[in-house]
């Protein structure tokens, strides 16, 4: 492992060296320092188009290491930020993905991933516009390559700017998304993201028209994104996977029926029906791959209770005796 980080490093040195990529750091501090002044919603000084994330899919990991300094909890604090995420997900076709715990840096701006984390009682407090926390996010190609979200874990600048409970930790937490989606602040009054001066954080932690309205903006609903829908009963509804054969690329509806587990508590489906689509779209949140495995990025699990976004990973395992497809799950999440 320590040997691919390094070696993924060395690849990244190298590409900046030889100036390959076009490589754009972007701040609070920049933003607060720009003098356009548009009437609402602005993005980062970008060109336009702004950068975005490829596929409305964020990634980000969690960095720990400080969580002591802070009043939070880490479980606290990772469902804290789903919430905040999920706030703006609801709004537009952004997807994030929380990919777990990491132990890099939560400032590397050059590591490739998005980290959050608390950082020490001091860092950045009275730099930067937002007191509670630092956002930073790289693009290159108008795709954000890197970021990370540093929340303040005390209040050096005894201004009273650091969270005391979780609903002012996700007010706080929603705004820096917004940054980390290359939303900066807003001269519309009516906007989380405004700054002249910055609403509390209670107010922060629901978003305004204005905020919905640039984030569908820069990520708009993707219907692709929503048609995967595991019911109630298990069954599985592929309205759009990209199908990987072994020689091209196309786009099918699938239908999979849930059969059951077995002894060993495993989960298996059987192919119902499937067909091709008449849309080209090749960048569905659902793949199937030429092994047949099925790679589900972002599905509507309808449970009894509320609806929830998940992440599946199904292996194809046989076609049995019936001449049915059969696969099995082999992992699956919450997004
Ligand atoms: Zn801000």
Redesign the pocket.
Known sequence: MKIKKMLSCLILTVIFQNSLIIKTYAS?YQVIKSDIKQLKFKTFNAPNPPPTHKNNTVEWLYNSLNQNLSPFSEEDTINVIKKSMQSWSDVSGINFIYKGITDNNINDSTDGIITIGFWSSNAYISQH??NGAFTAIEWNNFNITEGHMILNAGDASDSNSTPSNLLELQGLIT??VG?LLAIA?SDNQESI?F?DPYHSYEYQSILRSDDIQIASQLYPVNSNDLLTTVKSNLDIVIQSATFHSANKTSNIWAILEFIGTDSNGNFFWKLKNYGQNSSNTTDSLTTVRPNLDIVILSATFQSSENPSNIWAILEFDKIDSNGDYIWQLKDYGQN
């Open positions: 609070e516009g937002d705004h820096e940054h602040h993201m700054a």
